[in-house]
């Protein structure tokens, strides 16, 4: 099953072309890398799967529903790259305010804690956490609603090791309870946790394959070492 | 719309306040202690006392919900917070209901400490009932909400959001006839004061002061405040984009 589909997107900013995706469709219950370098259209192409993101033609059908349709809105959850939580509040002030807005009950907030392992320190605020405490309060609430399709901005950027293999894991577990994932990361070495790899380069996707077949196509067990050789083949430039 | 969305949103910026006690002490302190300096500064003529006091009695709660609300919802703007609500099930009538309740909340808080404070210890004197200055003031304060709403969205910066008072509402306070009654000013100035909001928000307080009760006039600038504030609110809504660029 499919769960998102772009036909011919074209995304400009100031004139030039930023996105330019002919053809893209995202497997339900799976978990894809879109991975890119930082300004190659990774957060453009996401917002526009979201429905935020002003297109110039085109289309995405995100559950079977154009993007951006109301009733997406309780199926989606997007995570921004930056925290868009609230600095001056603490992190189960946050977690409530989302609840509320989403009408679940505040029974739920202690489970998205303990899966995205954020302490709860009862009175400090958010904008004294670490960054990544803070990355990881912004996805506790995105986790509230239990929704169908996470597409998550670069959710382990900035994380220590251990807790960005935890993270991984936890989001194949959400892939393997039939929670469809969207994450971009600008580091190739996370790839290896994706089920489903897209390279985005200049807004345009350059391959798109799973890990295998990455690495069958270019005989390297590496798949930092598969990305680079595949961007030299089109290129055409040596490494 | 939803009631339950509505409420969340109010309770969360109260949260905010909370969290910022300084804040909350100037919002309820400063216009009481304006008012004290007022008192001492007209010690000699109390009757001018009880001509400006009741009215910028009435015009402080919209001077500091202006400021408040346009910062507020700038961080909410420039965090990445507003994307992510919209981006949940939420109506933006949701979004400007609660920030309205809250900030009434709030002038309303301020609007009983600086009349407490006037009324009961400064002598303060007018013809009309403090309580009729006092619901004046909420009305104002909502204006003063709802405009700050709408020029947020003309800020980029909060140092910009700041300026917006200087420029926005000093010239109306200038012109609304606190300080030189309307007949009095150049011929265009009048005119331009006529199209202005806060000449409506002063008058009302006027008449309740000097003339013990709204009347007809005093009825119209009530409904000039409130379309106002609902056109502010119309157009601030229109700001809040689901897509950007």
Same mark, same amino acid.
């Given at each position: 099953m499919v769960a998102i589909e772009i036909r011919d997107l074209v995304v400009k900013r100031g004139g030039r072309t930023v996105v330019e995706v002919p053809q893209f469709a995202v497997e339900a219950g799976r978990v894809t890398g879109l991975m890119g370098?930082? $300004?190659?259209g990774k957060t453009t192409l996401m917002r526009a799967i979201v429905g935020v993101q002003r297109i110039e033609g085109g289309a995405a059908d995100v559950l079977g529903q154009p993007? $951006?349709?109301?009733?997406l809105r309780r199926r989606i959850g997007y995570m921004t790259q930056?925290?868009? +939580?609230? $600095?001056? =509040?603490t992190v189960r002030e946050n977690l409530g305010f989302f609840a509320a807005v989403l009408g679940i009950?505040?029974?739920r907030i202690d489970a998205v804690l303990e899966a995205v392992r954020v302490?709860?320190?009862?009175?400090? =605020? +958010?904008?004294? =956490?670490s960054g990544g405490e803070r990355t990881r309060v912004s996805l506790a609430a995105v986790l509230l609603g239990r929704p169908e399709l996470l597409i998550l901005?670069?959710?382990? +950027? $900035?994380?220590?090791p251990l807790l960005r293999v935890e993270l991984w894991r936890l989001f194949g577990q959400l892939a393997a309870a039939g929670t469809t994932l969207l994450i971009s990361s600008h580091? =190739?070495?996370?790839?290896?946790?994706? %089920?489903e790899l897209v390279l985005l380069r200049e807004g345009r996707i350059l391959v798109s394959d799973s890990p295998e077949g990455l690495r069958e196509r270019t005989?390297? %067990?590496d798949l930092e070492d598969a990305f680079v050789a595949i961007i030299t083949e089109r290129e055409g430039v040596p490494a | 719309m939803s009631a339950g969305v509505t409420f969340a949103i109010a309770r969360r910026v109260l949260a905010q306040l909370r969290h910022d006690p300084r804040t909350l002490a100037l919002l309820i302190l400063v216009p009481a202690l304006l008012m004290t300096l007022l008192r001492f500064l007209f010690d000699a003529r109390p009757a001018s006392f009880d001509a400006v006091g009741a009215p910028l009695l009435g015009l402080f709660p919209l001077i500091s919900m202006f400021l408040v609300t346009s910062i507020t919802v700038l961080r909410e703007r420039t965090t990445g917070t507003l994307e992510r609500l919209l981006t949940m099930p939420l109506a933006k009538l949701d979004l400007l209901a609660g920030y309205g309740l809250e900030f009434a909340l709030m002038a309303t808080l301020q609007a009983f400490a600086v009349s407490a404070v006037s #009324?009961?210890?400064?002598g303060l004197d007018t013809a009309g009932s403090a309580w009729l200055v006092g619901a004046l003031a909420v009305a104002n304060a909502i204006l003063g909400m709802a405009l700050g709403l709408f020029v947020s969205a003309f800020a980029a910066t909060e140092f910009q959001a700041v300026q917006f008072l200087p420029a926005f509402l000093l010239p109306q306070l200038l012109l609304c006839?606190? #300080?030189?009654?309307?007949?009095?000013?150049?011929d265009i100035l009048g005119a331009v004061a006529d199209g202005l909001p806060l000449t409506y928000a002063y008058d009302a307080l006027d008449r309740v002061a000097a003339d013990g009760a709204l009347g007809g006039g005093g009825a119209l600038d009530v409904a000039v405040i409130l379309a106002t504030t609902a056109l502010a609110l119309g157009l601030g809504a229109a700001t809040l984009r689901r897509q950007t660029a």
């Open positions: 370098s930082s $300004g190659s993007a $951006g349709t109301a009733s930056a925290p868009s +939580v609230y $600095g001056d =509040l009950p505040s029974a302490p709860d320190r009862r009175r400090q =605020l +958010v904008r004294d =956490l901005d670069e959710p382990t +950027v $900035g994380l220590d580091s =190739l070495e996370e790839a290896r946790h994706c %089920d005989r390297l %067990d | #009324f009961g210890l400064l006839g606190l #300080f030189v009654p309307r007949e009095q000013m150049a």
